[in-house]
């Protein structure tokens, strides 16, 4: 089992920026990291994913505003959102598909979420 600590969020203004972070820890040996956000009343939806081979995919509200990166530690992924909007406000969820050990198919793979992290962009 791989455990997912989210950290940043907050309240900002709009146009202002925010930094979340996400450290995956547990048994690794490669690893998708990426962000979902769930707003009230609305589906979760993909943010943002960096993936094993460095590949990153952004929804299309965030492109050019939103970057996503590794962190220095291994296993960590930092989410960079600037010229924040009203509708940027969600709860932020941490994802990470995670591949335990190689040459294992789908038995040697796994899925797990962070606890989520409010944004909140308000004037």
């Known amino acids: 089992q791989v455990q997912l600590v989210e950290s940043g969020g907050g309240l900002v203004q709009p146009g202002g920026s925010l930094r979340l972070s996400c450290a995956a820890s547990g048994n690794i040996y490669n690893i998708d990291m990426g962000w979902y956000r769930q707003a009230p009343g609305k589906q979760r939806e993909l943010v943002a994913m960096?993936?094993?081979?460095?590949?990153?995919d952004y929804a299309d509200s965030v492109r050019g505003r939103f970057t996503i990166s590794r962190g220095n530690a291994r296993n960590t992924v930092n989410l960079q959102m600037d010229n924040l909007k009203p509708e940027d406000t969600a709860v932020y969820y941490c994802?990470?598909?995670?591949?335990?050990?190689?040459?294992?198919?789908?038995?040697?793979?796994?899925?797990?979420w962070g606890q989520g992290t409010q944004v909140t962009v308000s004037s």
């Open positions: 960096l993936k094993m081979d460095k590949s990153t």
């Open positions: 994802h990470a598909k995670v591949i335990h050990y190689p040459f294992g198919g789908p038995e040697a793979e796994s899925r797990s």
